[in-house]
Each structure stands twice: as C-alpha cells, then as structure tokens.
C-alpha cells in the first residue's frame, strides 16, 4: 500500500468519525423499568434528557420502589446508548480497512 492510499484512507476515517461524532450527540435513547413505569431518555452525550414516571407509582408510596425503577431504567437507557453507539461505529467504518490489533 503506498502513502498517499493510506493518507487518503485516513482522512476518509476522520471524516467518518467526525460524522459519528455527530451522529451520537443528536443521538437520543429510552430505557424503561416497572413494564414501562418508569423511562429514562438519554442523550448521545450521557446525560439524562427526560425522566417520565407513570402516576401509578406514586400511588404505591414506596420510596424504594420508586428509586429502584429509575436506577433500572437508567441502567437499561444506557445499554440502549452503549448497543446504538456502537451499532453506528460499525456502520460508519465497514469497508474501512483498520491497522493490525484495531477492532471496534
């Protein structure tokens, strides 16, 4: 492979990491707890957008339910963003030819 295939290679990476940048920061997912109870959408960027709690939990009083609910929706958004994120990785850099012992 000679030079200047590999620098066109690399600046076709950045770009497409660039964009995957993009991509993941608009990116937004839910994760739900209590058979949907209890949701939790977060960002691209980690940080928690909406807390959505169904009036139904109040009514049961329980303040350790209700932690318990958020915490397992949060969990679950954030496997949600973790699968996304890296979905998207995958699609952006297929075809893309990565140097020895880099995967993603």
Known sequence: MN?????QQ???????????QQELAAME????????MVRVTLGGDHLVRRVEIDDAVWQEHDKSLVEDLIVAACNAAAASLAEASKR???ELMAG????PGFSL
């Not at 030079?3 to 620098?7: A, D, E, L, R």
């Not at 690399?10 to 995957?20: D, I, V």
Request: net charge positive; glycine share 16%.
């Open 3 to 7: 030079i200047g295939k590999m620098m």
């Open 10 to 20: 690399a600046r076709k990476m950045q770009e497409n990491l660039q964009k995957l």
């Open 88 to 90: 998207k990785q995958q």
């Open 29 to 36: 997912v839910t994760g739900e707890a209590g058979g949907g």
């Open 96 to 99: 893309m030819p990565l140097p």
